[in-house]
Structures are given as structure tokens and as C-alpha cells.
Nanobody
Framework: QVQLVESGGGLVQPGGSLRLSCAAS??????????MSWYRQAPGKERELVAT????????NYPDSVKGRFTISRDNGKNTVHLQMNSLKPEDTAVYYC?????????WGQGTQVTVSS
């Protein structure tokens, strides 16, 4: 049974930083074989992709909305993936979800709330 558990969310002032973590367990294959991503969903909006770390190569991709501010990293030895978020803006407020994908299968964590407000 695959489990993804996010942590690290909270309330932060504009311009501040947060680091989210996602601990994964129950994978059939090596953690490095999974594409790991972070998504977010704000109230009334669709879920959007904010960062991806490719399987094996670990290559990363970001949408323009977070490029240069967010950094995804993974520790394949500890089955964890992180999202470092800097220069946070009020529009970054959302529930952030960890996602693992391999082939046609994908799994979601329960989400962690990030609120950017003064």
C-alpha cells in the first residue's frame, strides 16, 4: 500500500519561505523509478502542477508561476521529496499535494495547507 505523507505547511508572511516534505512508503519499485511531483489547489481553482522531479535522472520542471522561487529535490535513499518555497506570495496560498507516478499509476498524499498572509 503506497503512502505519501506531506508535512511542513503553515502560515508565512509574504516574502517568506517554507519547506515541504513528502515521505513515501510502500512502493513496489525503487523510489528512484517514480516521477515525484508537487501540485497545489487553491479554493475554487483547479489543481495545478508546481514542480516535477523525473524518475532516474531527477530532472526538474516548473511552471513559470513558480520558476526561480520553488525548488524540488529528492532523497532516493530516504524515499523523500521536498519542495523549498522562497519569496512566497499571497497567491501561493493553497493546499499542496505530493504525487508519485509510474506508468499509468499515480498516488496522492493527503495535502498540507500553505497560507501566505500578513
Amino acid at each position: 500500500q503506497v503512502q505519501l505523507v506531506e508535512s511542513g505547511g503553515g502560515l508565512v508572511q509574504p516574502g517568506g519561505s517554507l519547506r515541504l516534505s513528502c515521505a513515501a512508503s510502500g512502493f513496489t519499485f525503487s523510489f528512484s523509478a517514480y516521477v515525484m511531483s508537487w501540485y497545489r489547489q487553491a479554493p475554487g481553482k483547479e489543481r495545478e502542477l508546481v514542480a516535477t522531479s523525473s524518475s532516474f535522472s531527477g530532472n526538474t520542471n516548473y511552471p513559470d508561476s513558480v520558476k526561480g522561487r520553488f525548488t524540488i529535490s529528492r532523497d532516493n535513499g530516504k524515499n523523500t521529496v521536498h519542495l523549498q518555497m522562497n519569496s512566497l506570495k499571497p497567491e501561493d496560498t493553497a493546499v499542496y499535494y505530493c504525487n508519485a507516478r509510474r506508468g499509468v499509476n499515480n498516488w496522492w498524499g493527503q495535502g498540507t495547507q500553505v497560507t501566505v498572509s500578513s
